[in-house]
């Protein structure tokens, strides 16, 4: 059966005791304050279970929000796939020789164990992972290759990144990886982590209703679905599986406007909430690894003046773009960050380079010059002219005067958010 509307409402006093309620400091726990916000903005939608799926109580779509909210899941291990498509373009092979210069130009320092990079790779491709937790001081993430295996292990204090492939090792510490806010929460993997970005966008533009039931990693499960209400957005649909028992998210789907296959699919295939061996969370280096210790990167960087540390790059980025969006009126730079057109789903991120757009194919020429033209699409407009670079979720104007315009929206959207900055 679908879904029906409720006439329900959320009071000021219901987000405040929501607001009030018990927090994790563990980060796969979604914060009540981003969902006590969510919650006052929905609608209310009861659950019916479909023929076939579990058949559940009836919960609206604030309360599997606050489910999710008050989840105490501390313990767990399990085996979870994570797919992305983004439909970035095939580089020809260009991509190989990209890699070999990035090698080439840190003249050998860097190190395949090193996260911040490592992880980056869940950003294309389908990859399968296993994750264990046991509290917020011990977790193990491990990504799973053909024939070798990445592993990052946070135990206490230590942080341990070990490539087998390679036999690499890095080692930091947890209390500088908080002061950069976690190297491990710089890309999203897991069902719950996408979940809190997901809610993050929740506004008045955002429909988020509860669409039946389903078993995810053989858990009974409902099914949270957070569609835009506006048209120009590239998101098509959020579909968020929650379990019905703990609370916690098992499978998070992302489709866009276009249709065709997910853009982001992340769910468990197998999850246990039993206490994982306290042995899973040790490690010794292997014998014969190569160990590079935090800060020795850096080091190496500064030695060959080849790079330059995280904290530089972002203190420069913020000068010469403005820093983290802060809550702003739409269609006004928000404090400390870039100026942001339209609102909700239609939101675009200004960006000002102060310098000359993107060469075209034909002054760079050769074949680099027909990889560039093959990126993009030639606009005009009132804002003049420029390059509109596409994916299926994020899109980017960049005019031929220097500015940049960024967000999960269409060419057209695009397009009318410069015409408006002018």
């Known amino acids: 059966m679908a879904p029906y509307e409720s006439d329900d409402s959320t009071t000021a006093g219901e987000v405040d005791d929501l607001r009030a309620g018990r927090r994790k400091a563990a980060r796969y726990v ?21 023929s076939g799926d579990p058949d559940l109580p009836e919960i609206t779509a604030q309360q599997l929000i606050e489910k999710i909210a008050k989840s105490d899941v501390e313990q767990l291990s399990g085996t979870f796939k994570i797919s992305t498509d983004l439909g ?13 210069g ?13 996260p911040s990079a490592k992880l980056t790779e869940l950003a294309s491709g389908t990859h399968t992972l296993r994750l264990a937790v046991d509290g917020e001081n011990k977790q193990k993430l491990s990504l799973l290759e053909n024939a070798s295996e ?26 500088e990886a908080q002061k950069e806010k976690g190297r491990t929460e710089e890309v999203p993997a897991t069902p719950k982590e996408f979940t809190e970005e997901a809610l993050k966008a929740v506004d008045d533009t955002t429909s988020v209703t509860v669409d039946g039931t389903a078993q995810v990693a053989g858990r009974d499960a409902y099914r949270l679905l957070i569609k835009p209400k506006q048209s120009g957005t590239t998101v098509g649909a959020i579909s968020v599986a929650v379990d019905a028992k703990t609370g916690m998210p098992l499978k998070f789907t992302l489709t866009p406007s276009s249709g065709g296959a997910a853009v982001i699919d992340a769910g468990f295939t197998q999850v246990s909430f039993a206490k994982p061996d306290a042995s899973t969370f040790d490690f010794t280096p292997p014998k014969g690894a190569t160990v590079t210790e935090e800060g020795a990167l850096e080091g190496a960087a500064e030695k060959h003046g080849s790079a330059k540390s995280e904290d530089e790059f972002r203190k420069e980025f913020e000068k010469e773009f403005g820093g983290p969006k802060s809550e702003g009126e739409p269609g006004k730079a928000a404090e400390g960050g870039p100026e942001v057109i339209g609102e909700g789903w239609n939101s675009v991120a200004v960006f000002d380079t102060g310098g000359e757009g993107m060469p075209s194919g034909a002054e760079v020429g050769g074949e680099m010059g027909g990889f560039l033209d093959s990126l993009g699409d030639k606009v005009t407009g009132k804002f003049g002219s420029g ?11 960049m005019t031929d005067d220097g500015k ?16 408006s900055g002018k």
């Open 30 to 50: 979604v914060p009540v304050a981003v969902v006590g916000i969510a919650a006052a903005t929905i609608g209310l939608v009861p659950a019916i279970a479909d």
């Open 88 to 100: 970035l373009p095939d580089l020809g092979g260009l991509e190989s020789s990209f890699a070999s």
């Open 102 to 114: 990035a090698m080439a130009s840190g003249s050998g320092d860097g190190s395949s164990a090193d």
């Open 150 to 175: 990445y592993s990052l292990i946070h135990n206490g204090k230590d942080i341990w990144g070990y490539d087998s492939k390679s036999n690499e090792v890095y080692h930091g510490t947890a209390e």
């Open 387 to 397: 390059t509109v670079f596409k994916t299926r979720l994020i899109n980017a104007l």
């Open 404 to 419: 940049v315009y960024v967000g999960a929206v269409d060419k057209d959207t695009l397009v009318k958010a410069a015409d």
